[in-house]
């Protein structure tokens, strides 16, 4: 019986390799394209991209795939490892199978066809260039749900692939709890004295230096560079090819130093995370992040928690004045307060920590009614406008700062925005274990030693990859279920201190 199973556990490894491989060959192009491609290959690309998706179709829906998942379901005493392998191949296989395959290659070649027509309807601030695309690919999920159904509300059947187990109902509970909070606390903060000076940030600062700087403190947050490179994009993004291979993106400007630095922080978080899966899971479909929203919750703790807290800076600061003169004679606490600023705008990438959150619940409101069929995609551009001016005060002036600043519509994302959200939520429960963990922490920060962040997230979480669902994880790590009570927290006593509330 055992030597049997160990032949099958075997075979059904390998077959997942396979499946591995033509997942990472695709991704591999997907990077090209939003790094490299001449505008020209584009179609060609799609073709290319639908071909590979379909061959990896025919692998997540063959008879071989069903006959491992009904052995192994069959098995009572499976290790965690292999008992999520075989629920992971099953939740693949069933959803995939529902899916005509000529479907599901059309979809592949859309998303990838959508991309580029978003880049270009950004480019130009012009909705009507990526609205088709973006009908086609609204109506192919709504197709797709129908497929898959659903039990509540049609939107959970799509947070599920990002967030297993999240539902519309969960959300809007925590999300309304955390938008309450955070309007009362912006509202404290409008009638402050205190006016963070930002002009500093807003200098001429050359890509090559920014660069270097960003490069600089990846180093030191501990992402590998021989197993990961920088390079430049529209969108920062990060992507991976197994553990030994994740990259980052960013997007410089010359007129703010803060954009591609902090977007490098964010990516680096990401990669970490990838880059501390153990071999052991590569080739088994579970070497990733678990969740979007605990993915998210790396990055944004990297991002926001550590690298706009005063004691990353009070050691990245003299660095900031050596290399760049425009910070010559700028207190660390005005340095400090700038960067974190509380000021409600248009681009969510660009968005403070507080307000951040806001700019997600709309964009998770407005996919909600899109996915249930209560608004069209032609008055997304008004409604996105609308929304913008009730939550945030703020109204955009065009597409581009509008409805278009974001690519995840294009490749068909959607349930992907909750997570950010999700991921503060994580990120803030996770700090107040990791204090408990580690009373010096803050002391480590300051004298620029981040390797027991990075070793605490790698033991609690990173070695994981993606064999415990996100609601297991955070209860074992923290003792509690998810809720946003030490965000909410967090936000409270960090921005009472800046601003003197």
């Not at 008992?83 to 939740?91: F, T, W």
């Not at 926001?304 to 425009?326: A, D, T």
Request: glycine letters at 6%.
């Amino acid at each position: 019986m055992r030597e049997g199973y160990d032949i099958k556990l075997g075979e059904f490894k390998e077959y997942l390799k396979k499946l591995e491989y033509l997942n990472n060959s695709v991704a591999v192009l997907y990077w090209d394209m939003r790094v490299g491609i001449p505008k020209k290959a584009i179609p060609y690309r799609g073709e290319m991209l639908g071909y590979l998706s379909g061959e990896a179709y025919k692998l997540q829906t063959s008879d071989t795939m069903k006959e491992f998942i009904d052995y192994f379901s069959g098995i009572e005493e499976l290790d965690d490892v292999t008992k999520s392998m075989v629920e992971s191949a099953r939740k693949n296989y069933e959803q995939t199978k529902k899916i005509p395959e000529d479907k599901y290659k059309e979809y592949t070649i859309l998303a990838s066809n959508g991309e580029a027509a978003w880049e270009e309807a950004k480019e130009k601030s012009d909705f009507e260039i990526f609205k088709p695309y973006l009908e086609k690919l609204v109506a192919f999920n709504k197709e797709f749900i129908g497929y898959w159904g659903f039990k509540e509300n049609k939107y959970d059947t799509l947070l599920d692939f990002y967030e297993p187990g999240i539902t519309v109902k969960e959300l809007d509970k925590v999300f309304g709890e955390l938008r309450d909070a955070i309007v009362t606390l912006l509202n404290k903060i409008k009638n402050s004295d205190v006016k963070p000076n930002v002009e500093p940030f807003k200098k001429n600062f050359s890509k090559e230096d920014q660069e270097a700087f960003s490069k600089h403190v990846l180093n030191i947050m501990g992402y590998d560079f021989e197993a990961g490179r920088l390079d430049e994009s529209t969108h920062p993004f990060t992507i991976n090819f197994g553990n030994k291979d994740v990259r980052i993106t960013t997007h410089y400007y010359d007129n703010d130093f803060r954009s591609a630095l902090f977007s490098c922080i964010h990516e680096g978080g990401h990669a970490i995370y990838e880059q501390n899966i153990p071999d052991e899971l590569i080739g088994t479909m579970l070497g990733t992040g678990v969740s979007m929203g605990i993915h998210e919750s790396q990055s944004r703790f990297y991002e926001n928690i550590i690298g706009r807290s005063i004691e990353f800076w009070k050691y990245f600061y003299p660095e900031v004045q050596k290399r760049f003169s425009q910070f010559e004679g700028i207190p660390l606490t005005e340095f400090y307060r700038g960067i974190n600023v509380v000021e409600p705008s248009l681009i969510r990438t660009e968005a403070d920590e507080l307000t951040y959150s806001l700019h997600i619940i709309i964009r998770y409101e407005i996919e909600k009614a899109l996915i249930n069929g209560e608004i069209k995609v032609e008055d997304l551009p008004h409604i996105w406008n609308e929304k913008y001016k009730e939550y945030l005060g703020v109204e955009p002036g065009n597409d581009a700062e509008g409805v278009l600043q974001d690519m995840h519509w294009s490749d068909g994302s959607f349930g992907y925005f909750p997570s950010y959200a999700l991921g503060n939520l994580y990120g803030a429960q996770f700090l107040n274990k990791m204090v408990k963990d580690m009373p010096d922490l803050y002391k480590d920060i300051e004298n620029g030693n981040l390797n027991n962040i990075r070793e605490w997230l790698k033991e609690n979480i990173h070695k994981h990859g993606s064999v415990y669902k996100p609601a297991k994880l955070i209860k074992d790590v923290t003792g509690e279920e998810l809720n946003a009570k030490y965000f909410i927290a967090y936000l409270n006593d960090k921005y009472s201190k800046i601003y003197n509330l």
